[in-house]
């Protein structure tokens, strides 16, 4: 018969929690798995062919994930290579497909043929998540920016680590921006607009850029808000 989504169970605060679904052993397979990690930075924008036909389906708008078991699920399509194309047709319902249908990498994606398109859906009305933008803060309280990118692997969509700065938008350059990386070890529960990380990741977190620019940012942010 057909497949049927299964979509995540949020908890009723509707954050994920992700800690049980997570061993220790998991953790070390990625870590061995490093050089296969990608960027969901990198995969965006790429076009979706079929092998078998050659069929273009469409380009990756927005990557979906299961907030509890932060695993890449689902793949978002649009018609066009621009991204402003998305905007302009927000609403319309979009093509997609799982992340298991994926055979190949490269400068473009490839699936095994346009069956892929039929793949159970998996995004935010199902409570899956986009993260990217959502704001991280830790337990206690304390904030620590947005996500503007997330490592994962793409065989099983695990996410090993996420990027976050003060604005978390992926179409800066990271270089303008001071850019820190957090361990998935470090995430405690995922919802639609915020990731909450454990007591004392700011100090964990790896920099990986400073940002020419981002004291600026960060005083007109706080101007804003007040």
Sequence with gaps: GARQPQPPQPSSSGFGKSD???????????????ALLLPRSLVMDKEIITRTSGKRLGYIDELYVDPVSLEV???YLRKNMSSLTSLASSGAPRDHVSLSSLRQIGD???????SSLL????DESLGYVRMVGSEVCTEDGLTLGKVRDFLFNPDNGQIASIRYDALGLAS?????LGC???DERDIVAVGPTKTIVRRGSD????RESEGWVT????????????
């Design 203 to 206: 100090r964990r977190a790896v």
């Design 20 to 34: 049980s679904r997570r061993k220790a052993s998991d953790l070390q397979k990625l870590q061995k798995q490093d």
């Design 172 to 176: 800066i350059p990271q270089e303008l």
């Design 180 to 182: 820190s990386r957090l």
């Design 215 to 226: 004291e600026y940012v960060t005083s007109f942010v706080n101007l804003i808000a007040g």
């Design 108 to 114: 473009v994606v490839l699936v095994h043929d346009e």
């Design 73 to 75: 699920t689902s793949l």
């Design 119 to 122: 793949d159970p859906p998996a």
